[in-house]
């Protein structure tokens, strides 16, 4: 199983473009979130999902959009890029709530918006 | 948001040493987990915790959660180079949907 697959790796951003971060996962996972980490700060909820066509916001959701159409995929839009958008971003994906199986994470992508 | 204070932040020993990684918070949390991460990569689960009072071991990490389910601690037994890395902790409330809420937590060097 490839687990939690977040594309691109990489990506550097002007200030205004936008893009989005994409994640999927094959292990049939209904709890899905978006994190960003950054130096100093830890990893901080950006979105999340309970299941497919149910998302809400977590603590710093602003210039983020996200949806979730299908059970597998969770993208990360963002609309337009800021330079404190510069981050790792990490998706993760749960069995279930509650935290009992814990999370699997992506291995991110670094986002540089100059 | 739930807030999880991690100590110490840094921690650099030698090879053989014990230690203990803290995790606190005011709030009540369902579970308690703790990741590892390496440099470039994801966390990595290492653990869930979700009984007051439970106490796990994998090989030479002991992990405990409180009693009063709002702290935990890592404790790991005769460390190794291999033990290096950013250990996380993250606690998993009713808010957010169960989405975790992270500490800062602890870059640990393991010199040989």
């Known amino acids: 199983n490839a687990g939690v697959t977040q594309t691109p790796k990489f990506q550097v951003l002007k200030t205004g473009q936008s893009m989005t971060l994409q994640c999927a996962q094959d292990m049939n996972h209904e709890y899905m979130s978006w994190y960003r980490q950054d130096p100093g700060m830890g990893l901080r909820l950006i979105h999340y999902?309970?299941?497919?066509?149910?998302?809400d916001q977590g603590e710093v959701p602003n210039g983020y959009n996200v949806s979730r159409s299908t059970t597998e995929d969770f993208p990360l839009r963002l609309l337009s890029a800021a330079p404190s958008q510069t981050s790792v971003y990490f998706c993760?994906?749960?069995?279930?709530?509650?935290?009992?199986?814990?999370?699997?994470f992506g291995s991110g992508t670094r986002l540089t918006v100059v | 948001t739930q807030l999880l204070e991690q100590s110490p932040q840094f921690l650099s020993i030698q090879e053989g040493e014990n230690l203990t990684v803290y995790c606190n918070s005011s709030?009540?949390?369902?579970?308690l987990q703790w990741y590892r991460q390496e440099p470039g990569e994801g966390p990595v689960l290492l653990v869930t915790v979700v009984t007051g009072g439970e106490v796990k071991k994998l090989k030479r990490l002991t992990f405990q959660f409180g009693d009063a389910r709002k702290d935990s601690s890592l404790h790991i037994t005769a460390a190794q180079p291999g033990d290096t890395g950013l250990y996380l902790c993250a606690g998993a409330g009713s808010n957010s949907g169960y989405a975790l809420n992270f500490g800062k937590g602890t870059s640990l060097l393991v010199t040989p």
């Open positions: 709030s009540v949390f369902s579970s």
């Open positions: 999902s309970v299941g497919a066509g149910i998302t």
């Open positions: 993760a994906s749960s069995r279930t709530g509650g935290g009992v199986y814990g999370y699997t």
